[in-house]
């Protein structure tokens, strides 16, 4: 399995970015796959997932504000993120599958300040 995430950015409160993460090593097209973050001194926490075959889930504190989509001839995973707030400052990961355990990728930096 590789993942690596690209489109971290700094950015100032409102402003949007999009995510990258390109994948390899295992069949994307079906796999359920989540974006996670982790800010400094923080757990790692789930941000978003998409299982394949049209369902997306958020966790409550980005609902509205970030999407996930996919292209499976890609083999391509996205985030985009907007009205973006300095809590979402964080490295943000990559991986297949639900949850918090399994392969991550490296991460990307976002970080949201005036």
């Known amino acids: 399995v590789q993942l690596v995430e690209s489109g971290g950015d700094s950015v100032q409160p409102g402003g949007s970015l999009r995510l990258s993460c390109s994948a390899s090593?295992?069949?994307?097209?079906?796999?359920?796959m989540s974006w996670g973050r982790q800010a400094p001194g923080l757990q790692r926490e789930w941000v978003a997932g998409d299982n394949a075959r049209g369902r997306t889930d958020y966790a409550d504190s980005v609902k509205g504000r970030f999407t996930i989509s996919r292209d499976n001839d890609k083999n391509i995973l996205y985030l985009q993120m907007t009205n973006l707030k300095p809590e979402d400052t964080a490295v943000y990961y990559c991986k297949p599958g639900t949850g918090l355990s399994g392969n991550w990728g490296q991460g990307t930096q976002v970080t949201v300040s005036p």
């Open positions: 090593g295992f069949p994307f097209g079906t796999y359920y």
